[in-house]
């Protein structure tokens, strides 16, 4: 059988698995296949004129060290930034309201602070803090529940809507109701179960009191972090770092057939013969490819749901919109607002534009705008924005991005779903699997994975 590796997309999880399988000193070839014209998928930074532009990530999480480490070994921790700024706004009722300080995974850890706060009414702080009160569910092993009733069980429905919802939620594009615990927030099922509440759980951890002092300090703080030059200097490091990986682009793969021991992936001008095939795409385009392979496997790829989004990034001349020093709101379920959110990028990250302007960044996730030109876009956002804080012209230059079905949904029973998934594609040993929709989200994720594999 020939030894040739031919890995499908040249993402993240596409490319980091070429730099494991090189470092593991992989000996036959490895040929990377990418539909686009240029790799890195939804890796992408837009330098112009002075401002730096992210297209779908701005940051990754650093309590999965993966990103980090690989980060640190493509030679750019020296370009790692800390946000410049923490503070974030909840909008409610149509104001922007600040987060009560403490609040720490839905612990009040400041009770005197959550209860002035004005994000919940008495009732829905009292029943929050009751957390701790509540005893532990008991689960079946596989058991999955759904985070919203996770936490309207443990903390209330105002926690639910007002806070737990738009920041953890949101990061699934999901609703809480069908939103997978088991898949998407195994820690605090496993807090609930090990401590008996949330509450014992996060008072357990040790907090550091003070605020930090200096930039360092910020950066050995904070959960999320950037890059100087932006998220794609990652995807230009990995392939300066490359030295025996072939990367094709404009190379979109059709199908994948058996050929003996190996396998024959087909792209509209070519056929390659591979030993192995690393697949990194988006569910529903990894399962066209199974269509000749195996139907069972397809069809399971094809229901894993996804959702859409559109990014358009603003940038105002500060002189004609206000922004106060945050970096951007989150919305509360029920709001009466056509952004689901909205990064201040220019206030969260130092170098993202030139002194004199802000740069904004306005989700869009609403079925009925996803179909709106750029131009209709911006005046939406314009309109929103001037709702919330003063403005006074219109932006100087926008990008816009659009993630058509292309965010993955963690829904109730993902893992069951993933089970199953691994079951079959134990009958094609030399085809293995790697991305967002696969087992994490992140950027940090995709990297694991490709690490593991
Ligand atoms: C709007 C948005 C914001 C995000 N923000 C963050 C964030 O802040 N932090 C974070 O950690 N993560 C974030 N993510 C998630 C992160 O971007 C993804 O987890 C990660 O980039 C996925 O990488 P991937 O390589 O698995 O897939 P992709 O980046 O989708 O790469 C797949 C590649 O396959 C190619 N391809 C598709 N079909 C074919 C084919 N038939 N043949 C050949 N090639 C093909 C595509 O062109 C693409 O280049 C965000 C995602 C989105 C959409």
Known sequence: MTQNTIIIGAGISGLSAAYYLEKAGEKGSITILEAAKHPGGKVATTHEDGFIVEHAPDSFITTKPFMLDLVSELGLSKDIIAPANSKFFILKDGKLMDVPKGLNFMVATDEDAFMQSEMFTEAGKHRALEEVNIPAKKFDADED?????????????????????????????????????????????????????????????????????????????????????????????????????????????????????????????????????????????????????????????????????????????????????????????????????????????????????????????????????????????????????PVHGTPVKSWLSNYPNLLPQYKVGHLEKLKQLNMLLEALPEIQLIGAYYDGIGMPDCVKQAQAL
């Open 145 to 389: 529940e759904s985070f919203g009733d996770f936490v309207e069980r443990r903390f209330g429905k105002e926690m639910l809507e007002n806070y737990a919802e738009p920041l953890f939620a949101g990061i699934y594009s999901t609703p809480s109701y069908e939103l997978s615990m088991k898949a998407a927030f195994p820690m605090f099922r496993n807090m609930e179960q090990k401590f008996g509440s949330i509450t014992q759980a996060i008072n357990a951890i040790p907090v550091p009191e003070a605020a930090p002092k200096n930039k360092n300090e910020n950066l050995q703080r904070s959960p999320f972090v950037s890059l100087k030059h932006g998220m794609q200097s990652i995807i230009d490091a990995l392939l300066q770092k490359l030295y025996k990986t072939k990367i094709l682009t404009e190379a979109k793969v059709l199908s994948i057939h058996k050929n003996g021991d190996g396998y024959k992936v087909i792209t509209d001008t070519h056929i390659y013969d591979a030993g192995r095939v690393i697949i990194t795409l988006p569910a529903a385009a990894a399962a066209t490819l199974f269509a000749t392979l195996d139907s069972k496997i397809q069809n399971i790829l094809e229901s894993f749901p996804s959702n859409s989004s559109r990014i358009l990034t603003l940038a105002f001349n500060k002189k004609d919109c206000e922004l106060p020093d945050a970096t951007g709101y989150v919305v509360a379920k029920g709001s009466d607002t056509l952004l689901s959110a909205c990064t201040w990028s220019s206030k969260k990250w130092d170098y993202r534009a030139p002194d004199a302007y802000h740069l904004i960044r306005c989700f869009f996730s609403k079925t009925e705008l996803l179909k709106l030109s750029k131009d209709e876009l911006i005046m939406i956002a314009n309109q929103e924005l001037s709702k919330l804080v």
